[in-house]
């Protein structure tokens, strides 16, 4: 997801992944997830955030946050999120093993 934060949020938007995204993406048994703050080529009010998915029907049923914090938690942080970004944009990419380098088991 690349999201665009609100010009003044980007303490507020920071805490609510600390406390709230964060402790939601770890209850739902997500394998990766990691966030980053674009620095070059894009404007300086921009995150980035990853989720890993372990296949594709981990798409069939609610996202990692939703179900962490249930129906209506979810909808209270969608809510906080609405007043701390003005744009998310969400991209799915396909991990291609045979294209990458991936380091030797240990």
């Known amino acids: 997801a690349r999201m ?3 010009n003044g949020k980007w303490d507020e938007l920071l805490d609510t992944f ?8 770890k209850a739902a048994g997500v394998t990766a997830f990691g966030v ?8 300086t009010n921009q995150l980035i ?9 981990d798409l069939d049923g609610p996202m ?3 179900k962490a914090l ?6 209270k942080y969608l ?14 990419y396909r991990f291609m093993p045979a294209l990458s380098y991936l380091p030797a088991a240990k």
């Open 4 to 6: 665009t934060v609100a």
């Open 18 to 25: 600390k406390t709230v995204t964060v402790p939601a993406i």
């Open 49 to 57: 955030s990853h989720t890993w998915f372990n296949s594709w029907a």
């Open 79 to 92: 809510t906080k999120m609405s007043t701390l970004t003005t744009r998310t944009e969400w991209t799915i």
């Open 70 to 75: 249930g129906a209506e938690g979810f909808q």
């Open 36 to 43: 980053g703050r674009v620095r070059y080529g894009a404007g």
């Open 64 to 66: 990692p946050v939703e």
